[in-house]
Each structure stands twice: as C-alpha cells, then as structure tokens.
C-alpha cells in the first residue's frame, strides 16, 4: 500500500451521515427556522441523554461553552479558576474572557492531565473554580479530584471539548461537575460542519441562565424583555441536524479510535516510544493519540520522508502562551518538559488497518535512527 497517511481524516465520517444531512438540511430550509427551533431542541434532548444529564444547551462554539458557564456562575473579575498547563488555548481563554485570571497548576506526567495534588497546589483564596480538562479524550480520577475541589469550596467544570463519550468508572465526560462544556468544531470525536458547542448540566437554573446569556440576555418566552447583558452564542438548526446525524454513529467511531489506540499501545509497548499511560476507570475516546518521544523534531521530519503526518498538541505550554504569561507565577516543571516530547499521531476512525500498521513501523524505523533510503 502506497499514499501518504494524513494526520486526520474526516471525509469519511462526512460521507456516512451525507445523505441524512442533506435530507435534514431540506427540511431546515423548508421551515425557515435557522436559529433554536425544534432541529436544535431534539439535538439538545438528545446530547442530555446522550451524557446522562437533564439539560443540553446548545451555543455557538466549545469556547463559549465554557465563558458562558463562569459568567452565568458569576466568577469574573477578582475570581481565579484552576486550569491545567497542558491543554489548549481556548481553557484560559475562556477564564480571561469572562474577567477572571486563570491559575495554571502542573499535570501528572504520566497521564498528562490535572491532578488532585497539582489542583490542591494552585487553589487560593480568590479561587472559584477549576476547570478539569479531559485531554487527548481521557478523562482524569474525578473522584479524587472532585473531594479536593469540594473541600476548597470550589466549583468543578469539565472541559470536555476532546473527550465527547468518554468515561469515568461509567459516567460519561461532562456530567460529573456542575457543568460539562463541549466543543463541535469540525475535527472533534461530535463534529458539525462548522462551528457549535453546548453546555450539559443537571443544574436547572445554571442552563436556564446559560439560555439566557446566549441569546442577548433576553428574558426566556419574551421577545423585548432582556434582563442581563449577554451575548450571540446561539446553535443554529443547520448545524444541529449535522450534530443528530453524526450522535448515532458517535459511539461506534470512539470504539474505532480505541481499537487503533490498542494497537499503538503494544506496538510501543517496548520502548523507547511511550504513549499516554490509560487512567484506572477512565474509557477513554482518544480524540488525539499522544505518544512522547526523544529528539522529536528528527522523528517527525522522518515520519514525513515515510509519509506519515503528525501534529503537537501542545508544543507551547499554556502558562508560556503570550496572552497568558502574566498569569505565571510558578514554574510547571512537567508542562514543560513534556511540550518538547509530545507527538500525535495519526488518528482518525477510517483509518484502515495496513495505514495504522505502517505508522508503526514508520515510528520503529525513526526511532531506529535509520535513513529513509529512497529506492
Ligand atoms: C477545541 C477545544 C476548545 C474550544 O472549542 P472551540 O469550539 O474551538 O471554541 C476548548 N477546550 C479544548 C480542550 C479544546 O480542545
């Protein structure tokens, strides 16, 4: 088999639900009814009882998910929120858009997510919440996570915009904390075909605010009445049959994800490659599969000469991020370490057989140090 293997590859996953789409996508236009309407509330409905939570509220992107969550909370200026170090941008992001200033805490170093010592460690009085983020699509103990929050008086929210059907000893990502907050850009496990996000939670008066919030702060059932200052985050209904379309298949392209996962796993189960280790009870639905490597920038420039495309996630500590270098104020020694180490390969639900087979030979032959002959 010859052909570059891409780094991700979504054609597929459009070409299976193509066909319901369009169909959807007629009745959409039919109706008129582009923004909210009964196309959103089923997606809503369903995305509740998809995570086991009673309120889906469907918004304009992950990012909003999660500033509409602390504003409809009322954390901002003065407030902290813990957020880890290893993650992407969007996570403080959201914290600074809503007027409060991030606290970056370390991660474990094998599982590269927050843990609870790390939380416990960057908690301090001005502290409101934390942002548990659920990355690469693995989610972290919660368990021990949540007393620490709970001891500090402080509210969990999951960011889990990588991890859409993972769980943890069998609750799904997004319904242990207060709020779970979910992205739908295109290239997540749960994509559309365009931007769209949503909170869950089993909170009724946090979704109820949320509603609120993303829609100019209108009063619910009302047309003029507007009792807060929100914004524009709404979900529209052509993205939301996208959305319903692609949740029937959700679960079996996770379980796709994993079986490609188990053979990296014991592919490099030998060293010197080492993947992300797996978390005691956590399922996870590996939106990135991670490994870290030595001498990374050499493995990857080879893995291209053998056609094989990798990304970084994240090549820049948060905490480093220019925007959010105020915010520092301890070193973050695993962070650090690990953003030089870090490669994703190759991942994608379509990915055949002889594709995932020829990764692994390519990440044994450029860490064998061999020169790509070219015959
Ligand atoms: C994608 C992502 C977001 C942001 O989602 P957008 O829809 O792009 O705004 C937030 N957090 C994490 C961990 C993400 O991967």
């Known amino acids: 088999m ?24 007629r009745c959409v236009l039919d109706s008129g009814r582009f923004i909210g309407g009964a196309a959103v509330e089923e997606f809503e409905t369903a995305w509740a009882s998809y995570c086991g939570v009673p309120h889906a509220v469907g918004v304009g992107n992950g990012t909003d ?11 901002g200026p003065g407030d902290e929120v813990v957020v880890p170090a290893n993650t992407f941008v969007a996570t403080a992001e959201a914290v600074v858009l809503a007027g409060a200033a991030p606290a970056f805490a370390d991660v474990s170093q094998h599982t590269l997510l927050l843990t609870p010592d790390r939380l416990e460690a960057a908690i301090t009085r001005r502290t409101k919440a934390v942002i548990i983020v659920h990355l690469y699509g693995q ?38 904390g207060l709020a779970g907050c979910f992205s ?7 994509g559309a075909f365009g931007d769209a996000g949503a909170v869950v939670t089993a909170d009724p008066a946090l979704a109820k605010r949320i509603k609120v919030l993303r829609d100019h702060g209108r009063v619910l059932g009302s047309h003029y009445e507007h009792e807060l200052a929100g914004t524009n985050s709404r979900l529209d209904a052509l993205q939301a049959v996208v959305l319903t379309a692609k949740l029937a298949r959700l679960d079996g392209w996770n379980e796709a994800r994993r079986s490609i996962a188990a053979r990296y796993h014991a592919a490099f189960a030998g060293g010197p490659v080492r993947a992300i280790a797996e978390v005691p009870g956590a399922r996870g639905v590996y939106h990135l599969a991670v490994v870290r490597v030595p001498d990374r920038a050499r493995v990857q420039r080879e893995l291209v000469t053998r056609g094989v495309h990798t990304q970084i ?58 020169e790509h002959r070219v015959a």
């Open 2 to 25: 010859t052909g570059d293997i891409p780094f991700f590859d979504l054609a597929a996953m459009t070409r299976e639900v193509r066909g319901t789409v369009e169909s959807a996508w």
């Open 65 to 75: 998910a999660l500033q509409l969550t602390l504003t409809a909370l009322g954390i």
């Open 139 to 176: 989610m972290p103990d919660m368990a021990a996570l949540c007393r620490v929050a709970e001891r500090a008086g402080i509210t969990v929210i999951e960011d889990a915009a990588q991890a859409h059907g993972a769980t943890w000893q069998g609750r799904r990502a997004g319904s242990i």
């Open 184 to 190: 739908f850009y295109p290239g997540k496990n749960l």
């Open 313 to 370: 996630h994240y090549p820049i500590p948060c905490h480093w991020q220019a925007p959010y270098r105020r915010f520092e104020n301890r070193t973050l020694p695993v962070a650090e370490r690990t953003a030089d180490e870090v490669l994703s390969l190759p991942m994608f639900p379509h990915m055949s057989d002889d594709q995932v087979a020829r990764v692994c030979d390519a990440v044994h032959e450029a860490l064998a140090g061999e």
